[in-house]
């Protein structure tokens, strides 16, 4: 718990700045863990979460991870992506990330008993050979102090509950997402449960 001696709570939330982002459908990103560093000392927490950032452009973020770490300044956080999926018209395409991670050198002080909110800017940018994903130093820090963002509820999918979708960063509950949500002899069409019509043979 917050609280706790010695111990402060971090929210890290993950932006877009507007770079190239507009060539794409989607660009979703997973994480596998972030490293935070107090002095040359890393503190390693999992994450398991995926961003879409075509959903997070501007001041728009999204918590990927909500923790508990020791009071103090901390001076780096790296971000591992585990994958990158894209589209850019209908096509997929490889979006880089340069040294499988995305580093940030930037104080940020956790403090007993208090949560901070932190903020990883990243944006896409095109390359010679394709996309390379980067952090934004000067649009990550800490919220209300470096930066000011929209906290949204989602950006994929993933992020609601079972019969829900992420809709405009909010999750909608729908009827249905496959034909398995729905009763025996329906199937599911536009997230709604529709009776398969009974055979008919023209006469």
């Known amino acids: 718990e917050a609280g706790s001696k010695g111990k402060g709570g971090l929210d890290l939330l993950v932006s877009d700045a507007p770079a190239n982002i507009a060539d794409f459908d989607s660009l979703v990103v997973t994480f596998s863990k972030v490293r935070l560093f107090m002095?040359?000392?890393p503190t390693e927490k999992e994450i398991s979460g995926s961003v879409d950032l075509t959903e997070l452009v501007g001041e728009k973020a999204f918590e990927v991870l909500s923790t508990e770490l020791d009071a103090g300044t901390y001076n780096k956080v790296e971000m591992y992506?585990?994958?990158v999926e894209a589209k850019v018209d209908g096509n997929n395409v490889i979006v880089k990330v340069p040294s499988s991670n995305l580093k940030i050198t930037k104080?940020?002080?956790i403090v007993e008993g208090?949560?901070?909110k932190f903020v990883f800017d990243i944006n896409v940018v095109k390359t010679g050979k394709g996309y390379n994903l980067l952090p934004v130093i000067s649009k990550s820090g800490v919220v209300g102090e470096d930066v000011d963002i929209e906290e949204v509820e989602c950006s994929v999918d993933s992020d609601c509950e079972d019969l829900e979708l992420c809709q405009e960063n909010e999750c909608e509950s729908v009827n249905?997402?496959?034909?398995s949500d729905c009763e025996t002899g329906d199937y599911c069409e536009s997230n709604e449960c529709i009776d398969i019509p009974e055979c008919t043979t023209d006469e």
């Open 176 to 179: 249905c997402i496959e034909d």
């Open 114 to 116: 208090e949560t901070v």
């Open 81 to 83: 992506v585990s994958s």
């Open 107 to 109: 104080n940020f002080e």
């Open 39 to 41: 002095g040359g000392k």
